[in-house]
Nanobody, 126 residues
């Protein structure tokens, strides 16, 4: 049974930083690309960042490029999201997810991801 557990969310002032973690179990973690998504109040879930299963290639939404960094530690079955220069519009529930596809490309599409964590709340005050 695949389980993803996010942590690290919280309340931060604009301009601050947070580091999210997502611990995975029940799968061969190094065999899958991983993604971070977020869902703000009254909004649809949107892509934030993705990372290839090995090799370190990453992709980001335009709204977070230069501010957020996705990384992973396959030995710890964990993916991270370092968020700097946070803005009030970054306020959302953040989810990690497993890319179910085979191959090396990265996806920002919700439907390409199978397993999801419960989410962690990030609130950025102005």
């Amino acid at each position: 049974q695949v389980e993803l557990v996010e942590s690290g969310g919280g309340l931060v002032q604009a301009g601050g930083s947070l580091r999210l973690s997502c611990a995975a179990s029940g799968l061969t973690f190094s065999g899958y690309a991983m993604g971070w998504f977020r869902q703000g109040p009254g909004k649809e879930r949107e892509f934030v960042a993705a990372i290839r299963r090995i090799g370190g290639r990453t992709d980001y939404a335009d709204s977070v490029k230069g501010r957020f960094t996705i990384s992973r530690d396959n030995a710890k079955n964990t993916v991270y999201l370092q968020m700097n220069s946070l803005k009030p519009e970054d306020t959302a529930v953040y989810y990690c997810a497993v890319d179910r596809r085979v191959g090396w490309s990265l996806s920002g599409k919700v439907y390409d991801y199978d397993y999801w964590g419960q989410g962690t709340q990030v609130t950025v005050s102005s």
